[in-house]
């Protein structure tokens, strides 16, 4: 007789598996307060030149009240007035919109161009890697506002002039920051198996290689754009960018040299605005980098 077996399986309660989705960029940022201070900064930043572009501003930026000349911080006039009686809080914020201005296209030319270059270089390499990145360095040989006043003075004084400056002078970071991550993923073994899968060059180009460039690339727009600021606000503090009667923080720097001891409020309040423009952009492209860099992830 035969006996029958019959086995008895122990019920195994369900494993339960807890599928974390990894946290977004902006929930990563939140929790790096460099990065948000930072953020906060450019938002108030962004929304005065908003302001000053739409000209919604307390009075007419060039409207000149000889009877309120330099007068002090009131409720009137929030941040005083200037020698010929212009609220210096109304100029503040024209000269927030004219400088982020000057810093977005700048740097959008630059890094259209210098991104181009680095990729052109980084991808097709040979000669032509090699005349690519020793013209970068021999802009690489001049310091940054050198480098500006030459172009300005060649091309002549305002504000497109110093657009097509401040774009010259940073081209080669964005072409150095660029060539970087296309040798690195250039040299990876899923770029050769894509090649001996008869791949074409254009596919792994877009496919491959260039969602590996954008971090570094966010990155360096957000520090380009601090650098692009104090850029146009010295080319303009030296009477070669935004020329008077329109408003720029460098300009007003320059109207109130003579004048720090009677009314000082005219070199603080436009000194502060750079710092602080100059500074938001400057945190939140460290906060990004901590955020997007996967190494300097690993260390906090």
């Known amino acids: 007789m035969l006996k029958r077996f019959q086995g008895t399986h122990p019920k195994v309660p369900p494993k339960e598996t807890e599928i974390k989705s990894r946290p977004g960029v902006f929930s990563r940022l939140r929790r790096n307060l460099s990065g948000m ?53 109304s100029r503040i914020m024209t000269g927030a919109a004219n400088s982020l201005r000057v810093a977005l296209l700048s740097v959008a030319l630059s890094g259209t161009l210098g991104t181009l270059l680095g990729i052109l270089s980084g991808f097709v390499g040979g000669l032509l890697d090699t005349v690519i990145m020793r013209i970068m360095d021999i802009f690489f040989a001049f310091p940054a506002l050198l480098l500006a006043l030459v172009v300005v003075t060649v091309l002549g004084p305002g504000l497109n002039n110093a657009v097509i400056a401040i774009s010259i002078v940073y081209t080669p970071i964005f072409a150095r920051v660029a060539r970087g991550p296309v040798l690195s993923v250039k040299a990876m073994e899923y770029i050769t198996a894509a090649r001996c899968l008869g791949l ?24 380009a754009l601090s650098w692009a600021l104090l850029t146009e606000a010295s080319l303009s503090f030296l009477g070669l960018g935004t020329r008077p009667p329109d408003s720029s923080w460098g300009v007003m720097l320059t109207e109130s040299r003579g004048l720090a001891e009677r009314a000082p409020w005219l070199m603080f ?22 955020v997007l860099d996967p190494r300097m992830r690993g260390r906090r």
């Open 200 to 223: 074409r060059e254009s596919y792994i180009l877009f496919r491959h290689i260039l969602p590996n460039m954008l971090a570094p690339l966010i990155v360096q727009f957000s520090l």
């Open 37 to 89: 201070v930072g953020l906060g900064l450019v938002i108030i930043f962004i929304s005065i030149a908003l302001l000053g572009a739409l000209g919604a501003t307390p009075y007419p930026p060039n409207e000149q009240y000889r009877a309120d000349r330099l007068k002090a911080p009131s409720h009137v006039y929030w941040m005083g007035t200037d020698l010929y009686g212009r609220d210096v809080s």
């Open 269 to 290: 309040y436009p000194g502060l605005a750079i710092v602080l423009g100059v500074l938001g952009f400057n945190l939140l492209g460290d906060g990004l980098r901590d």
